[in-house]
């Protein structure tokens, strides 16, 4: 009986520890998310300044967003520079994470550190030694500098995605595919390619974020004529705070947790992918 009993309670225990596990988080979450959630209704207001809760409802600041120029201009320059990212940081990012995952040459490591390094530098410093470098070029305020500096901040998100779907690629496929007659190029783009895509998917996404979101280096590089959606955000909130930053910000909220569930998504059909080429492998 006595035995029975602390059988039972040690079947409690982790459950009791899971409970309350999961109620920490979800109040750290709810602390996490809720300054984010208040933007929302503030988009909505029908007054002229940003009060909460708001008195009325109306669309007028959305009107604002899209019948502006100015607003319009910095969101399709974002865009534009985010793809031009995405499409440069996949481009280096997947043969330098097939290099560093399949290589064998010394200072691998070193060379996959300095690859990872912008994640870990302080953006505030890479935007500092940036724009001095750029202005002796005479670069200062120009998208291509933009542009070079996001896909050196991008390409890490790459080179982590497509090296974590490497991890569990079975190098024999490629092995049975060379030995039917296919050359490495075709043995690349039909064997290795279409069962890394996930991970060159996810990686790509991450890195149209980076670019897409970021500010401190635009600040220091975009000068007064390249003006990015964040940078514009920002001079709104210093100079004519109204709800129109409210809607921006709630349009951006949407627009990023949409990118980042399909990210997930990719991910996770990664995941299933290389547990399926694995149990192919073994059979």
């Known amino acids: 009986m006595t035995q029975k009993c602390h059988a039972q309670s040690a079947l409690k225990r982790p459950r009791a520890v899971g409970i309350w596990l999961g109620t920490i988080a979800a109040l750290v979450l709810f602390y996490l998310i809720f300054p984010i959630l208040v933007i929302v209704p503030l988009s ?40 031009i990212v995405m499409i440069l940081a996949t481009g280096l990012g997947t043969p330098a994470a097939l290099g560093l995952v399949r290589g064998r040459f010394p200072g691998k490591k070193l060379i996959n550190a ?10 505030i410093i890479v935007a500092i030694g940036v724009y001095f470098f750029y202005a002796l070029l005479g670069l200062v305020g120009s998208p291509f500098a933009l542009i070079l500096v996001h896909t050196c901040l991008a ?12 991890q569990g690629f079975d190098e024999r496929l490629e092995y049975a595919a060379m030995s039917l007659g296919a050359t490495p190029w075709r043995t690349f783009w039909q064997v290795t390619l279409p069962i890394i895509r996930p991970g060159v998917m996810a990686g790509a996404l991450f890195a149209f ?9 635009a600040l220091f590089v975009s000068g007064t004529t390249a003006v990015t959606l964040p940078r514009k955000m920002w001079q709104s909130i210093r100079f004519e705070i109204d709800p129109t930053i409210a809607a921006v910000s709630t349009i951006l909220i949407v627009f990023t947790t949409a990118l980042f569930l399909a990210a997930e998504l990719i991910r996770r059909r ?7 080429t694995a149990a192919i492998a073994a059979e």
Request: charged share 15%; proline share 8%.
């Open 114 to 123: 300095f690859i990872i390094s912008p994640l870990i530098a302080p953006v």
């Open 155 to 166: 390409v890490p998100f790459v080179v982590i995605n497509v090296s974590a779907t490497l």
């Open 270 to 276: 990664s995941e299933r992918m290389r547990t399926s």
């Open 209 to 217: 974020i980076s670019s897409f979101d970021e500010l401190i280096v």
């Open 44 to 83: 909505f207001s029908s007054a002229k300044y940003l009060s909460f809760p708001p008195p009325g409802f109306s669309l007028q600041w959305y009107q604002n967003f899209f019948g502006r120029s100015d607003w319009l201009d910095a969101a399709r320059l974002s865009i534009w520079i985010g793809l």
